[in-house]
């Protein structure tokens, strides 16, 4: 049972509410417009033709329906299949699947698809495989040659096929057995304007290669070919050498041999150039018209290409023999009668050359006599046809249709009435239409139509179609299913649909219009005895057996059956292997005349509905009760709708549908208890059920949800809880460790400190302060002097030692001056000018050494005084002291400010701090001063100067070795000039253009205290230091 809320429309038109034609045409538009193509009624499955390829085929989808039961899957054609192929193999009933519906709609396909299924479910191994393949690939070869491109159909069967599929007890396919109806032969030499020949013709052309081509006689060019129509010599999607390449393959795929496949090939090119055998008028010396070749070489051809004479094939093909047990009269034809005897030829060599085929495929699948079979039958046949002017073939096609709505009706009612005594329940009459009538109208042995076509046949005199119509119309002019000319003329009625060389019969499935015009020469269907004769005299061996009735030893005379008569016998023996069969059903519908995706026609598909029986075929699927459904099943879907049988139920199936639809208001007419179903009468109840049903499941659903919820929510916050819970227990266990390993770290150190105090304290009892230190590097030189230098003798490193000493030296020196700030670079440069200048030279230079130069030694920054004075745009005082100046007349010695700037030199008044001289540090040119303890200095100055001129100037300074040195500095900066700084006892000054001596002597009592004594004499000044 189908899911019905998921469905588009119903999907089983036995629940179709209300159930009239317009809402079924309505459900199967709809469904064909969502690619639903496939609708059941009942078992029996109705298909839509695509025309598309919908992804609802291969192998994932036969894994799928092999797995489930009819119902429960979406209806497809698998589904058939398999239920059709399951009861075939688990329950031992031959099963038959009749496919029907009109050209185009799809039958051949079906049938396809349901061989495929049963190959790809059926068992395996080698021989089943090459069973399959033989059975697989015989459908190639069968469309090239019974199928033709017509204007409904690119790819029409031109032919019935039924086809015996033979399976073992296991399952396994073992071979089967084709039988083929009615060919439509007239197609060989005429097709309608945009219709095709049979497919081989084109195939052949386009695929075979030059070699075969040649071997064949033949010209690839399709216009050289009057039996082929060269406006359609190609179909869209079609590639004719492919398919050609694969018709051979599928050939040798099925056994014929590589001399078989050369002698159809020969036989077919024979047919092809026998169109090309032109006629010609001749007459006879009496005047008679006569026809004769009009180009022998065409028909030289044939005859050598299929080893015959070709005069007497032109003979044959040109004049007849009317042989009577007496004597033999010969008669020629005009060119008309031998057109058309050339045509029967062909027709009938291509009829004949078709049935060989089928019987060697036959012969290649044929199972072993004896074994137990179990048979599979499936029916490819025309469907009912209405054409504008319908013939012999439409009648006999319309014939077997009727036979077979005859069976399905029969067979599907018989098998309602079967399943309701199966299971115990009271049959219903249904009222539908038999059409057994117009079967009878056809059939009926002595006063059926097609025996009175055989009568006309057979009768002597003269004989034509009109002598045949006048004859069925007298005999059924009171017939409810007949009518003509004369029987509405007869009610007085007017019709002008109807010719006057027409008859009508109301079949089942609408009235159908034949023209009479024919009937009598189809249904003859004889080939002159001329013509057979000389094709069997072909040494052509497949030709030479199409025609054994050319044997003149076996001729005879008499007749063979006529076309409708065999077909008559066919379809009988059809009809009683159908019924001993199971029948299942496909009803194939073409939506749209031209052949387009997605068009659905009302106007077409209600014809075909209407000719399909649809409509009744669910009245009588409803006639008794709609829906019928196991009662495992049933309750298994419904169980839900009563709180007894939800969710677990204990007692049996049956009880528990009981209790379900006792729980509902539903009246006891519509349900009907069987053995082992239940049986409900119309949709209405059923669609209640699935309405409860649907509302049920979205209660159980929201509980469902409910309960899910509410579970996930707890689950979730438990496990939040449980997190938490175990978070916080690590965070606090952390802190506590953190806070434990913290006091532990405090207690030890503390624990430490006190011990190493105590331990320092003690010990300090017993040492001096810093013995500890003096201890460790005694013992530590003792060890090093013991045990590491007594290692190695002294004289083992001088090289090194010499050469790592500098090294140590330079890096410890480098360390020193890495540590230093530039103040104290530029103090130690100072330093070490001092040095250059005046160490080992100058007696006070060793005290200066360790003495900072401070510069600043009269308190320039309390003296605002000072400060103006040293306001030039020189920068900082290098250089401030209280210093004393000799006068050079007198030797005389008073006190004076001397400022250093990187320019000048200025000196000052010690009391009002007035600069009395100013002296440009370009004006020095030289130093003198003692190397004794003193700080006497003279500052000789250019004479080329203002300052200079007045003379050089001599001063006492504390501070002597930092004033000079700063001096020096200031005047390398200020001119790049090294001041020339002399030390010496003796030096001169000038004063006022004289030279003043100075000489410096150590007084008695020896240096120590800077205090001097000058004496001037004359031009000398003697300067003692104390
Ligand atoms: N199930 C399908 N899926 C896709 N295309 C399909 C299907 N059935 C039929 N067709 C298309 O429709 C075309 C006609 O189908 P098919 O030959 O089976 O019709 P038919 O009923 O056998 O006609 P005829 O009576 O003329 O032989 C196919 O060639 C194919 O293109
Ligand atoms: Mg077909």
């Not at 033949?218 to 082929?228: H, K, M, N, P, V």
């Not at 076309?563 to 009988?572: W, Y």
């Not at 169980?639 to 139920?649: A, D, E, I, K």
């Amino acid at each position: 049972m189908p899911l019905l809320e998921d469905t588009v429309g119903v999907e089983d038109l036995v629940l179709l509410e209300p159930l009239e034609e317009k809402s079924l045409l309505e459900n199967l538009q709809l469904r064909y417009e969502n690619k639903e193509i496939y609708t059941y009624i009942g078992n029996v499955i109705i298909s839509v033709n695509p025309y598309q390829q919908l992804p609802i085929y291969g192998p994932e989808f036969i894994a799928k329906y092999q797995n489930y039961t009819f119902y429960e899957l979406k209806p497809h054609i698998y589904a058939l299949a398999n239920m059709a192929y399951q009861s075939l193999r688990d329950q031992d009933r031959d099963q038959c699947i009749v496919i029907t519906g009109e050209s185009g709609s799809g039958k051949t396909e079906a049938s396809k698809l349901v061989m495929s299924y049963v190959a790809a479910v059926c068992g395996k191994g080698e021989q089943v495989n090459l069973v399959k393949e033989q059975l697989l690939q015989s459908n190639p070869v069968l469309e090239a040659f019974g199928n033709a491109k017509t204007i409904r159909n690119n790819n029409s069967s031109r032919f019935g096929k039924y086809m015996d599929i033979e399976f073992d007890f296991k399952g396994a396919p073992l071979g089967g057995v084709i039988t083929n109806y009615l060919l439509e032969k007239s197609r060989v030499v005429k097709q309608l304007q945009g219709e095709r020949n049979f497919h081989i013709f084109y195939q052949l052309l386009a695929g075979a290669d030059a070699q075969l081509l040649k071997a064949l006689k033949l010209e690839q060019d399709i216009s050289c070919y009057t039996y082929l129509n060269p406006e359609v010599s190609r179909i869209g999607g079609m590639d004719d050498a492919s398919n050609f390449r694969a018709v051979q393959r599928a050939m040798t795929v099925i056994g014929f041999s590589e001399e078989e496949i050369r002698q159809v090939l020969e036989v077919t090119a024979l047919v092809l150039k026998l169109g090309n055998v032109e006629m010609t008028d001749e007459f006879q010396a009496n005047g008679i018209p006569a026809s004769g070749i009009r180009n022998g070489k065409g028909i030289q051809e044939i005859g050598e290409m299929v080893g015959l004479n070709s005069e007497e094939l032109e003979r044959a093909l040109c004049s007849r023999t009317m042989e009577t047990a007496k004597e033999k009269v010969v008669t020629v034809l005009n060119v008309i009668q031998a057109q058309y005897a050339r045509d029967a030829l062909a027709k009938n060599i291509y009829n004949r050359l078709f049935n060989w085929i089928v019987n060697r495929i036959n012969e290649s699948i044929k199972v072993g006599t004896g074994e137990k079979k179990k048979v599979m039958g499936v029916l490819d046949i025309y469907g009912f046809e209405i054409l504008e002017d319908n013939s012999f073939e439409q009648f006999v096609i319309n014939y077997c249709n009727e036979k077979l709505q005859q069976v399905f009706i029969e067979l599907t009612l018989k098998e309602e009435q079967e399943e309701y005594k199966r299971e115990g329940i009271a049959w219903t009459k249904v009222d539908y239409f038999d059409n057994g009538i117009i079967c009878n109208l056809i059939e009926h042995n002595q006063r059926g139509i097609l025996a009175m076509l055989d009568e006309e046949c057979l009768r002597p005199g003269v004989v034509s179609d009109s002598t045949f119509l006048a004859k069925l119309n007298q005999l059924f002019s009171k017939h409810s299913h007949y009518e003509s000319k004369v029987t509405q003329n007869a009610q007085r009625q007017y019709d002008h649909t109807m010719g006057l060389s027409c008859f009508r019969i109301c079949h089942y499935a609408g009235k159908v219009t034949y023209n009479v015009a024919g009937f009598i020469d189809k249904n003859n269907d004889l080939l002159f005895r001329d013509l057979s004769q000389v094709m069997w005299k072909a040494r052509h061996p497949l030709l030479h057996s199409l025609f054994p009735e050319g044997n003149p030893k076996e001729a005879s005379l008499k007749r063979p059956p006529t076309a409708g008569a065999q077909f008559k016998s066919s379809v009988a023996i059809l009809m009683k292997n159908l019924y001993s069969k199971n029948p299942n059903y496909i009803r194939c519908i073409k939506p749209n005349e031209n052949q387009q995706r997605g068009q659905f026609s009302s106007e077409l598909v209600v014809v075909q509905t209407r000719y399909l029986g649809l409509l009744e075929n669910v009245r009588v699927r409803r006639a008794g009760y709609a829906f019928r459904q196991g009662y495992k099943p049933f309750l298994e879907r419904y169980r839900l709708l009563s709180p007894c049988t939800w969710p677990y139920w204990n007692g049996g199936d049956r009880e528990g549908v009981e209790k379900v639809l006792g729980e509902l208001s539903i009246s006891s007419e519509e349900l009907a208890y069987g053995k082992t179903k239940l049986f409900i009468k119309s949709p209405k109840t059923l669609f209640y059920l699935e309405e409860k049903r649907h509302l049920r499941l979205q209660q159980l659903a929201i509980l469902i949800q409910k309960v899910y919820r509410g579970w996930r929510c707890r689950t979730h916050y438990q496990l939040m809880r449980k997190s938490q819970i175990l978070i916080s227990a690590w965070f606090r266990g952390n802190k506590q460790k953190k806070h434990y390993g913290k006091m532990k770290a405090s207690a030890l150190r503390i624990q430490a400190f006190v011990r190493g105090w105590k331990a320092r304290k003690n010990y300090r009892k017993y040492f001096r302060s810093g013995a500890t230190l003096t201890l460790a590097n005694f013992i530590y030189r003792s060890i090093v002097s013991t045990w590491f230098l007594s290692l190695f003798p002294s004289s083992t490193f001088p090289s090194s030692t010499m050469i790592l000493t500098p090294v140590l030296c330079s890096s410890q020196c480098k360390k020193f001056r890495d540590q230093l700030s530039p103040k104290q670079v530029q103090t130690l440069k100072e330093k070490l000018y001092a040095s250059e200048l005046f160490k080992g030279k100058k007696a006070s230079y060793p005290q200066s050494v360790p003495v900072p130069f401070r510069g600043d030694y009269v308190g320039l920054q309390g003296n605002p005084k000072l400060q103006k004075l040293q306001g030039r745009d020189e920068g900082p005082v290098l250089m401030a002291e209280t210093v004393k100046k000799v006068n050079r007349g007198n030797g005389k010695i008073s006190a004076r400010i001397l400022l250093l700037t990187k320019g000048h030199v200025i000196i000052t008044d010690t009391k009002k701090f007035q600069a009395q001289t100013i002296i440009g540090l370009d004006s020095v040119a030289e130093v003198s001063v003692s190397s004794l303890q003193d700080g006497l200095f003279s500052l000789h100055l250019n004479e080329i100067t203002s300052v200079g001129s007045k003379g050089d100037i001599l001063l006492i300074s504390d501070h002597v070795v930092e004033l000079l040195t700063k001096m020096y500095q200031a005047v390398l900066d200020a001119t790049q000039r090294q001041l020339s700084v002399t030390v010496t006892e003796k030096f001169s000054v000038r004063f006022k253009d004289k030279s003043v001596a100075v000489k410096v002597i150590e007084g008695p009592v020896g240096g120590g205290k800077n205090k001097l004594i000058c004496k001037k004499k004359g031009s000398h000044l003697e300067v003692t230091v104390q």
